[in-house]
């Protein structure tokens, strides 16, 4: 059997290719409640069975709202830097769709390290909803290419998704704790071969495999 003594590379810093990086302690505590708020307001929309004038006293609110935040626009592209425990460094863009923590459609996903992989959990409402009751399969897939993304990140290579394949195991449903997993199981040339699982009680509703691509970086 081969051990691997070697330390994980360490992520290079994005500001180095040209990247806008922030670190997460730099979000505005003010902007998080927004988010928050805004995820609210998202789910009471959706479901909502008001009538006309609450729905317009709503609308001229929420326009209200868009208009206080100005022209004002983080670039896209911009990245945002978490610190873990160990000092090391991970990178995502600051909007990610998954688990962007500026992004009032994300979860958001938030991802720890846990043992060799990485584990998180999410409760998913009905704004995920694809069939009656249960977590859309687009969402399942989002969920498994982030974790997979992630797992092959933090082991500290650069790399975007070339192949997600997702096994639908039993259905996923809204509004329980989700719990998610995902390490590297291997590497070959540019290839980072990756696996995820979701999971609801202990049991596996959905598995990822995945290959990432290493990201050739200038120099
Ligand atoms: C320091 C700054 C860094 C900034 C960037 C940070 C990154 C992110 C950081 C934090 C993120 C946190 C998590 C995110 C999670 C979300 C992930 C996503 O959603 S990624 C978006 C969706 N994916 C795409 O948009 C890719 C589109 N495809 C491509 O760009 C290319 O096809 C690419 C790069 C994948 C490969 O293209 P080629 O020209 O560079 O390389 P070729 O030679 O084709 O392939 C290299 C090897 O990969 C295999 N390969 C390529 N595609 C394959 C496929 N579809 N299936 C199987 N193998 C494939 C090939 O057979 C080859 O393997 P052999 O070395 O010969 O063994």
Redesign the pocket.
């Known amino acids: 059997m081969t051990v691997d003594t070697q330390p994980a590379p360490r992520?290079?810093?994005?500001r180095?290719?040209g990247?806008t990086v922030l670190d997460e302690a730099e979000i505005p505590a003010e902007l998080t409640a927004l988010v928050g708020q805004v995820r609210s307001l998202v789910d009471a929309v959706a479901h909502t069975e008001a009538g006309p004038e609450a729905l317009e006293r709503a609308r001229a609110a929420a326009a209200e709202a868009t208009a206080a935040l100005g022209g004002e626009r983080r670039a896209i592209g911009a990245?945002v830097r978490h610190t873990r425990p160990d000092g090391g460094a991970?990178?995502?863009?600051v909007t990610?769709i998954?688990?962007g923590p500026t992004n009032p459609a994300a979860p958001p996903l938030r991802l720890e390290r846990d043992g060799d992989g990485l584990r998180g959990e999410v409760v998913l409402g009905g704004v995920y909803q694809g069939p009656p009751g249960l977590v859309h399969g687009g969402w399942i897939a989002a969920l498994l290419?982030?974790a997979?993304?992630?797992a092959?990140?933090a082991a500290g290579v650069?790399?975007?998704?070339?192949?997600l394949d997702v096994d639908y195991r039993d259905p996923t449903p809204l509004n329980v704790p989700l719990h998610i997993t995902a390490r590297v199981t291997g590497a070959?040339?540019?290839?980072v071969f990756v696996s995820a699982e979701i999971r609801h009680n202990g049991e596996v509703t959905a598995e990822g495999t995945a290959?990432?691509?290493r990201?050739?970086?200038p120099g």
Do not use: H
Not at 158 to 163: F, G, I, Q, S
């Open positions: 992520f290079p810093d994005p180095d290719f990247f990245m991970e990178y995502g863009t990610n998954v688990a290419d982030q997979l993304g992630s092959a990140n650069p790399c975007l998704t070339a192949k070959e040339r540019r290839k290959i990432m691509v990201i050739p970086l």
